[in-house]
C-alpha cells in the first residue's frame, strides 16, 4: 500500500515530538515572578514591567533556541524514513525536505536574533530605570521627609514608570533609554536638543517621548481630580540616562533631564502647596491603584 510509505517515516518524529514536549513543559515552569512571603502579593521593584518584558524575552530566546533545531530537524529525519520505506527513490521530494529545513533554519535564526536584540534593549532599558528609581529613593530619604514614590503605575491602557508625591505636587517621571552612537572618530555623542515637540538626538529625531510624558501627566492630573475630588498639580519629567540635555528651545509644560540630580530637581521645584488632607488623598489613591495591578498580576497564570 502506498500510504504506509508516507505514514511508516512518522515513526521517526516520535522522538524529536517527545524532546519538543519536554521543551514546552519546561517553558512553562519559568516564573521570575516574587511574592511577598506576608499577603503573597507580586513584589514590585523599579523597572519591574521591564523585568517581566525580559523574562518574556529570555523565555522566548529560550523556546526559539531549543525547539529551533528540533523543528528543523523534522523535514529531514522524516525524508530519512520515506528513502528507507520508498520503493522508488524521488529526488525532487528529498531536495523539497532539504529546502524546507534551509527555511526553516532561517526563520528560527531571524527569530534569534530578534530575541537577542530585544533582550539588549529591554535591558539597557532596565538599566536606566534603575539609575533613576535609585535617584528617587533619596526623596524618602531621610523619613521624615513627606515624600512617597511609586514605581509602574498602571494607567488605563500603558504603565507610568514613576509618580513622585511631594509636599509642593505631584511628578511623573517617564524614563527613555537609547544607546548614545559613535562619530567618526570614534566618540560617543551625548549630546540631546530638546524641542517643543520633538528630541533631536546625534542622527535621528523622536516625538514619541514628548508625546507619551504629556499624556502621562493629562491621565494622572484628571484621575488624581476624580479621586481626591478636588485639583493637584501634576508636573512631567523625562529622563534620559546619559544624555546631556540641552533644553534653550523646550516647551515650559515638560522637564527633560539626563537623571542625575533628579531628586534634587523635584525638591527645589514647587508647584502648588498641598494640604495635609489632599496630599493624604493623594498617596492612597496611588497606592490603591498600584494594589489594585498585583492583585491582577497575582490573579494570572504563570507563563
Not at 50 to 72: E, H, K, M, Q, Y
Not at 145 to 157: G, K, L, R
Not at 197 to 205: A, K, M, T, Y
Not at 270 to 284: E, R, S, Y
Request: hydrophobic residues 50%.
Amino acid at each position: 500500500m502506498a500510504w504506509l510509505e508516507y505514514l511508516l517515516p512518522l515513526i521517526f518524529l516520535f522522538p524529536l515530538a517527545a524532546t519538543a514536549v519536554i521543551v514546552v513543559a519546561l517553558k512553562s515552569l519559568h516564573d521570575a515572578r516574587v511574592r511577598s512571603p506576608f499577603d503573597a502579593h507580586p513584589l514590585r521593584e523599579p523597572g519591574q514591567a521591564l523585568r517581566d518584558r525580559l523574562d518574556r524575552a529570555f523565555a522566548s530566546l529560550f523556546l526559539n533556541g531549543a525547539l529551533g533545531p528540533i523543528v528543523v530537524l523534522a523535514p529531514l529525519v522524516y525524508g530519512m524514513g520515506r528513502m528507507l520505506f520508498a520503493s522508488e527513490q524521488d529526488w525532487v521530494e528529498w531536495s523539497l525536505y532539504g529546502v524546507l529545513c534551509t527555511l526553516m533554519a532561517l526563520g528560527f535564526c531571524l527569530l534569534l536574533i530578534r530575541d537577542y536584540q530585544r533582550i539588549r534593549r529591554l535591558k539597557l532599558g532596565l538599566a536606566c530605570e534603575l539609575a533613576v528609581g535609585q535617584e528617587l529613593e533619596r526623596l524618602i530619604r531621610p523619613e521624615a521627609h513627606p515624600y512617597h514614590v511609586f514605581h509602574d503605575v498602571p494607567a488605563d491602557t500603558y504603565t507610568i514608570d514613576h509618580v513622585a508625591v511631594t509636599p509642593h505636587g505631584v511628578f511623573v517621571i517617564e524614563t527613555r533609554a537609547r544607546t548614545r552612537p559613535f562619530d567618526a572618530r570614534g566618540r560617543e555623542q551625548t549630546q540631546v536638543a530638546v524641542e517643543r515637540e520633538r528630541l533631536r538626538f546625534p542622527g535621528w529625531s523622536e516625538r514619541r517621548p514628548l508625546r507619551k510624558t504629556r499624556q502621562a501627566v493629562r491621565w494622572l492630573r484628571h484621575w488624581l481630580a476624580r479621586e481626591c475630588g478636588e485639583e493637584i498639580p501634576v508636573q512631567g519629567i523625562l529622563a534620559l540616562p546619559g544624555w546631556d540635555v540641552d533644553t534653550s528651545e523646550a516647551a515650559a509644560d515638560l522637564l527633560v533631564v539626563g537623571g542625575e540630580s533628579l531628586a534634587a530637581l523635584i525638591d527645589a521645584t514647587p508647584l502648588a502647596p498641598l494640604d495635609g488632607a489632599a496630599h493624604d488623598k493623594a498617596i492612597q489613591a496611588l497606592a490603591k491603584r498600584a494594589a489594585l495591578l498585583d492583585l491582577k498580576h497575582l490573579q494570572q497564570p504563570s507563563v
